[in-house]
C-alpha cells in the first residue's frame, strides 16, 4: 500500500491525492464512506499512468465525474476513484461546427456554449448535472433529447492504457447505458455536432426546460435524480405514487414528495437507508402493478444483504 502511494506521489501532485476521503463529498446524494485513495487527474498522461499503476497493484478503481448518479455504500470504497473534473474540462470548437469537450466539462457549462455558438439541438443537457464522461456513460437524456442524438466520436482510454477513438454506434448507446462501463473505459474526450440555430430560441428553450425541472423536481434536496429507469410502457414516479408511497422514509432516505421518481437523502441518510428504501419501493410496486423497477443509479463498495 506505502509503495503504492509512494508511486501515486511521482505521478500526480500531493494536492491531487487524497487519501480516505468521505465520498459524501463527491456525490449529489452526500452518501458514502471513504475511499483509500481519491485521485484529481489534471491530463491524459496521468489519467494512464494511474490506470496502469492501479493494473500493476491489482487496485481496483472507479471512475467518477460529478457523481449525481452514484450510490457509494457506507463502507466506502476499498481501492481508487479517479475523478474527473474541472481540471479536464477545456471545449474547442473548430470552423466545420465540430464541438470538441473534455470528458470532465460540467453539462451546463458545455450547454451554454454551445447555446451561445447558436448551435441547438443541447438544450435537454442544460440541467443535467453531470459531466459530459458521465453523459456519455449513461447515455443521459431529458425532455425528449438525448446524447446519442449530438455525439459523432468519444475519445477513451482502455484498461490497457491504450487510446482509441470510438464512433457513436461503437459506443453503443442504449437507454442509459453504453459500452463504456461495460468494458470499463475512462471517456477522455468527445466530438458534437448540433444544427444551427437561433441563440434567442436556444436560450429559451434552456430556460424552459430548467424551470420545468424546478417545478417537477426536489432540486433542493439530495438526490441522483431518477432513481429507477423508466419501465416500458410506465413512469416509475407514477407508479410508485399510486402505489401509495409518496413521502414513504425509511431513516433518513425517503421518497420525495414532489416527484415520487427521486428518492432524496432527507435527513443524513445512510446507504442502508437508501437500499432499503429502494428494496422497498421495488417490491411494494411490483406486489401492486407486477411490474418490476430497476435502478438507474450506479452503486460503488459493497452493500450487506441485511
Ligand atoms: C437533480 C438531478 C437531475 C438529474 N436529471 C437527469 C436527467 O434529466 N437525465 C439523465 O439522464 N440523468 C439525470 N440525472 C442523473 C445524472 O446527472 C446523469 O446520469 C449524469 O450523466 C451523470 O454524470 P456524472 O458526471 O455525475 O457521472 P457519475 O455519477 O460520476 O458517474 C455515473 C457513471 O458514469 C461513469 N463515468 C463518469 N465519468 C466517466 C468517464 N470520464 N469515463 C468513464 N466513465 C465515467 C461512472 O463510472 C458511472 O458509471 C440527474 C441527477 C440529479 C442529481
Known sequence: MDQFLDKLKNILSSEQIKQREPMSEHTTLRIGGKADYLVLPSNIQEIRQVLLLCKDYDM?????????????????????????????????????GLVRAQAGVLMSKLANVVAKHEFA???????????????????????????????????????EGEIHTLEK???????????????????????????????????????ELNSLRREKQPLDKFSAGSTFKRPEGYF?????????????????????????????NKDNASAKDFMKLIGEVIEIVEAKFGVRLETEVKYIGTFNSD
Open 60 to 96: 481496483p478503481y472507479y471512475i467518477i465525474g460529478n457523481g449525481s448518479n452514484l450510490l457509494v455504500s457506507d463502507s466506502g470504497f476499498s481501492g481508487l476513484i479517479l475523478k474527473l473534473g474541472s481540471w479536464f474540462s477545456d471545449i474547442t470548437i473548430d470552423e466545420d
Open 169 to 207: 454506434d461503437d459506443l453503443q448507446l442504449g437507454y442509459r447505458s453504453s459500452i463504456i462501463q461495460k468494458e470499463k473505459l475512462c471517456v477522455l474526450e468527445v466530438s458534437m455536432k448540433f444544427a444551427s440555430g437561433s441563440k434567442q430560441e436556444i436560450f429559451d428553450k434552456i430556460h
Open 236 to 264: 416509475a414516479g407514477k407508479l410508485i405514487s399510486d402505489a401509495g408511497l409518496k413521502g414513504y422514509q425509511i431513516g433518513g432516505a425517503a421518497v420525495s414528495d414532489k416527484h415520487c421518481g427521486f428518492l432524496i
Open 121 to 159: 439541438g443541447f438544450e435537454f443537457a442544460a440541467g443535467i448535472p453531470g459531466t459530459l464522461g458521465g453523459a456519455v456513460t449513461m447515455n443521459a437524456g431529458a425532455y425528449g433529447g438525448e446524447m446519442k442524438d449530438c455525439i459523432i466520436s468519444a475519445t477513451v482510454l482502455d484498461k
